[in-house]
């Protein structure tokens, strides 16, 4: 698990859910480079991955993130969060750029 603290983690400057997905999915893909993800037959792909890719058919700049996370079978109790189930990707600590604006 890459721990967190939400009083002392997360930048004062994130303000939207926008925001925090980008510094999220950022922050995971920083500290598990390497971590991939068995996601099908033969198939295995970076469990957390990040970009920032121009898009010439709309002349926009877009981030592009994705995060491959096991879940607890328990999820499918059901009535409950989601999220309450994911587990851990990694033991990694976050990177102290992540901590400040």
């Known amino acids: 698990m890459t721990a967190i603290n939400l009083a002392t983690d997360i930048p004062p400057g994130i303000t939207t859910y926008e925001q925090l997905a980008i510094w999220v999915i950022s922050a995971l ?3 598990n480079a390497a971590v991939t993800a068995v996601e099908g037959q033969g198939y295995s792909e970076q469990a957390a991955q990040a970009g920032i890719f121009f898009v ?4 926009k700049t877009r981030f592009l993130g994705r995060v491959s996370l ?3 079978p328990n999820y499918l109790a059901g009535g409950q969060k989601p999220w309450k189930f ?3 990707l ?3 600590a ?6 400040t604006n």
């Open 29 to 31: 893909n920083n500290a």
């Open 56 to 59: 010439p058919a709309s002349g």
């Open 70 to 72: 096991e879940m607890d």
């Open 86 to 88: 994911g587990l851990d």
């Open 90 to 92: 990694s033991t990694t």
């Open 94 to 99: 976050i990177n102290a750029a992540f901590k």
